[in-house]
């Protein structure tokens, strides 16, 4: 099997509107940010398997007549996209020495990453030697949908080196996109990568990975927008660790003491997704004006009020609120909340100056930040020649 060399890159993601709402069948609003996990692949003649993952200190090699034993009779009973082989899994977990009940970061990577592989190639009855290297600008554990960028990845790239997608670049592009029944097979074996690594996922992170913009999420239905603008954000880590589970099950005892005040609040975060999403529909059709940016701070603070009548917030939150709206910043949380992570509309007109002093100011509360965009596109391959240096300097040294 001939493998050629391919990179490829996936945005993180973060709730814009509906969080812990969407759990009681409210409509969530989900976005690409425009921070990128890179995955590069490449083919050896070491009769080796090879992930490395610097972001987690991971570096790991198996020796493919070792994975071929994983194999059934016929390579041809694995890689069915739709199921999840819990057999091949439990044989991987013995393989690995990865014990039943372990979720460390890196057991799932290096889990997720053998079973796509040994999927994705059964069907050829061959086992390539090749090496994949992971970097991404993503933070691990902070609800940015760094696993399932890192998925997108995998799945993207294996399918393109077993030659079951085909590659998207011309010779005259150095960056392209697939079509639309490449990136629903992608996104499948992404989401497989997604139940190894989650358990129970909702499928929104990894199709957000894939296709990137906006999605709208409600009782397990995702639809894209079709037009998005792309909005500029800081994206705030206050590195305060949560439960999301913990945090879950807070907001439903709140249900069951006081219905009559929570459930009106959760429908009011639905009216505020909804809103926010007739708001950006605008703005993609219309050049977005003054009027489109106010209506979207205001959507933010009524949210992130609500988020804290629900009991989800965090001092750490507060502050960020505090600190973006003493320079006329509008921030709140993203995700979980307790802790974790939030995001800050920065509008056309914003002065470097005035983004640059925020930062500042948040990093002097001991918080990461960094300013980015909302609406990035979803999973991509690369030219060597349109990936930035750092990165590349950074695949290329393993």
């Known amino acids: 099997m001939q493998i050629k060399e391919c990179i490829v890159s996936a945005p993180g993601k973060a709730i814009l509107h509906g969080e812990h709402a969407v759990v009681h069948g409210k409509v969530a609003l989900a976005v690409s940010l425009n921070l990128r996990t890179y995955l590069r692949l490449q083919a050896t003649s070491t009769s080796k398997v090879c992930i490395n993952l610097p972001n987690i200190n991971t570096f790991l090699s198996w020796d493919v007549t070792a994975l071929k034993q994983l194999f059934p009779d016929s390579g041809a009973e694995l890689g069915n996209v739709n199921e999840l082989d819990a057999e091949l899994v439990r044989m991987l977990r013995d393989f690995v020495g990865v014990s039943n009940g372990t979720l460390d970061t890196r057991s799932m990577a290096i889990l997720a990453f053998l079973y796509i592989y040994l999927c994705v190639f059964a069907k050829s009855g061959e086992l390539p030697s090749l090496t994949v290297s992971v970097w991404s600008e993503l933070p691990t554990g902070a609800g940015l949908g760094s696993s399932a960028a890192y998925s997108v990845c995998l799945a993207a790239a294996m399918l393109s080196a077993s030659g079951t997608i085909p590659s998207p670049l011309s010779d005259q592009e150095n960056t392209a996109r697939w079509g639309e029944v490449e990136m629903e097979l992608i996104n499948k074996w992404a989401f497989q990568g997604e139940r190894i690594i989650h358990g129970n996922?909702?499928?929104?992170?990894?199709?957000?990975?894939?296709?990137?913009?906006?999605?709208?999420?409600?009782?397990?239905?995702?639809?894209?927008?079709?037009?998005?603008?792309?909005?500029?954000?800081?994206?705030?880590?206050?590195?305060?660790?949560?439960?999301?589970?913990?945090?879950?099950?807070?907001?439903?005892?709140?249900?069951?003491?006081?219905?009559?005040?929570?459930?009106?609040?959760?429908?009011?975060?639905?009216?505020?997704?909804?809103?926010?999403?007739?708001?950006?529909?605008?703005?993609?059709?219309?050049?977005?004006?003054?009027?489109?940016?106010?209506?979207?701070?205001?959507?933010?603070?009524?949210?992130?009020?609500?988020?804290?009548?629900?009991?989800?917030?965090?001092?750490?939150?507060?502050?960020?609120?505090?600190?973006?709206?003493?320079?006329?910043?509008?921030?709140?949380?993203?995700?979980?909340?307790?802790g974790g992570c939030g995001i800050t509309l920065l509008r056309p007109e914003t002065e470097c100056l005035v983004v640059q002093n925020t930062i500042q100011d948040l990093r002097d509360c001991g918080y990461d930040c960094w300013e980015t965009r909302i609406g990035a596109a979803g999973v991509q391959q690369h030219s060597p020649l349109a990936v930035k240096e750092e990165v590349l300097e950074v695949l290329a040294r393993y």
């Open 201 to 338: 996922p909702s499928g929104v992170d990894n199709a957000v990975g894939t296709w990137g913009g906006i999605l709208r999420y409600r009782s397990g239905k995702i639809t894209a927008l079709s037009r998005v603008p792309m909005l500029r954000i800081l994206l705030t880590n206050t590195k305060v660790p949560r439960s999301t589970k913990v945090l879950v099950a807070g907001v439903k005892d709140k249900m069951n003491k006081f219905p009559s005040i929570i459930n009106p609040v959760l429908e009011s975060v639905d009216a505020v997704s909804c809103t926010c999403e007739q708001t950006l529909t605008e703005m993609a059709s219309d050049t977005p004006t003054p009027e489109h940016y106010n209506v979207l701070e205001e959507l933010i603070d009524i949210n992130q009020h609500h988020l804290n009548v629900i009991g989800v917030g965090h001092p750490t939150l507060d502050t960020l609120c505090r600190v973006t709206l003493a320079r006329g910043l509008h921030s709140k949380l993203t995700g979980a909340g307790g």
